[in-house]
């Protein structure tokens, strides 16, 4: 928790004190510091002081980080959309993202929390979330590649706002309260900001249970989280960029939802049968699901390009 406080300070107070758009080449270097930050930790920091880290704890929580960091990726694509359909400059997006992220670490404690004690006094809660599983995914398999839209006026938490608090019909900056004829209102980027974090909240009912049916350890369901949400911020605006070329990831994010699904109903025989490969047969299949949808998905676009440039006879 010291390590998240001081990287969030020097985050807002140091690397971006002042309002501006963040490139691309600047945002995949934060990435892959977040990125190596969470490898050190679980290589380096985890097994020289914390009592009882073995090994198969370091594998397991790289496949927790995986799993996060991937669902994440779908979320990304989400706020995209909101922030596109807000028209919010890219200058003040990160700020957005920096206080959205922040709610989010509270959030999803509080909400592992809640979800370790019930798995702990009810064991047969874990079917539950991984039948959910199955379900969310065989969901999003169907839907396909489809945009999801984007539609404030159907949103419980930004109509709740708009019925109790005035609001501004124009941004004042990167503020996210400003004052119009002595009256203080919230500004658009407020919305925003709700929109932001009640999206995560949204995605966190299908990662939360996700990392479950990975690990009961909730040290490790916590951590995984943390480092995958600290890096949403500059994968964002490495990804966003990039939204056309990963039209298949929603596919392989299925995929691996309805397998975390099938592996929390079928543990007992998959234990039995695998053994202390389980883990390892996890994360590699994780991966290799994810990183088989974003290639194919950069190849389909390659594809098509050509035949898209080619005039009609």
Known sequence: MAFVVVALALDLGVF??????????????????????????????????????TSEKTTTFLTGYVVELSLSMDNVFVIALIFRYFSVPPAWQHRVLFWGILGALVMRGIMIL?????????????????????????????????EDSIEPEHNPAVRLV????????????????????????????????????????????????????????PFIVFTSNVFAILGLRSLYFVLASLMGYFRLLKYGLAIVL????????????????????????????????????????????????????????
């Open 16 to 53: 971006h004190r002042e309002s501006r758009q963040v490139r691309f080449k600047e945002a995949l270097a934060w990435t892959s510091v977040w990125v190596i930050c969470a490898l050190l930790f679980a290589l380096w920091v985890a097994p020289r002081l914390i009592t009882g880290w």
């Open 114 to 146: 809640a979800g370790a004690a019930l798995i702990q006094r009810f064991h047969w809660t874990l079917y539950i979330m991984g039948a959910f599983l199955l379900y969310t995914g065989f969901k999003m398999l169907r839907a396909g590649g489809n």
């Open 162 to 217: 708009r019925r109790f608090f005035p609001l501004s019909p124009q941004f004042d900056g990167e503020h996210f309260l400003t004052v119009q004829n002595g009256r203080r209102m919230l500004t658009p980027l407020a919305l925003v900001l709700i929109m932001v974090e009640t999206t995560d909240v949204v995605f966190a009912l299908d990662s939360i249970p996700a990392i479950f049916g990975v690990t009961n350890d």
């Open 258 to 313: 309805m397998f975390i699904g099938f592996k929390m109903l079928a543990e007992h025989w998959l234990k039995q049968w695998l053994g202390d490969y389980l883990t390892n047969v996890s994360l590699g299949f994780v991966v290799g699901t994810i990183i088989t949808s974003m290639l194919a998905s950069v190849l389909l676009g390659v594809r098509e390009q050509p035949s898209a440039g080619k005039s009609p006879p």
